[in-house]
């Protein structure tokens, strides 16, 4: 069976860094302009929620195009980390659980985003293009006949 499932390991690296990506810059759109529509009340947000809503339209399609993936998505990975320690961990009791303090997505982003910085975007990105073109130095340029 793992040579079944490690085959397609790059292309299913490749659909989780996508789908995450576009769910991120969705999150922030959400807050940011409203779209796609939330429960959430609409009216002016707070900076930090400003912040955040710009951290995750940009980071979020960085890293679903893959464009400087490991900065965009440790990036993001931080905010994550901070989202749930400034608004869903309660200390007191059990509402540090995240399942209790409704901060499992925020937990979930925080690690997924980890786990993409360290490696690395892939296949399928504009990271793995830049770094297949090959770069003409001096060295290399001007051999003796």
Known sequence: MPEVIGRLSPQAFALLRLISGVMFFLH???KFFGWPPSEQPGG???P???AASWIEMVAGLMIA???FTGIAALIASGEMAAAYFMAHAKWAGAGWIPLVNKGELAVLYCFVF???AA???GI????NV???RSTVTASTAARPA
């Open 119 to 121: 490696h690395g975007a």
């Open 114 to 116: 980890l786990f993409i």
């Open 28 to 30: 922030g759109s959400q």
């Open 130 to 132: 830049l770094r297949r």
């Open 48 to 50: 930090i929620l400003v």
């Open 124 to 127: 399928w990105s504009v990271d």
């Open 65 to 67: 195009v893959g464009f």
């Open 44 to 46: 002016a947000l707070p």
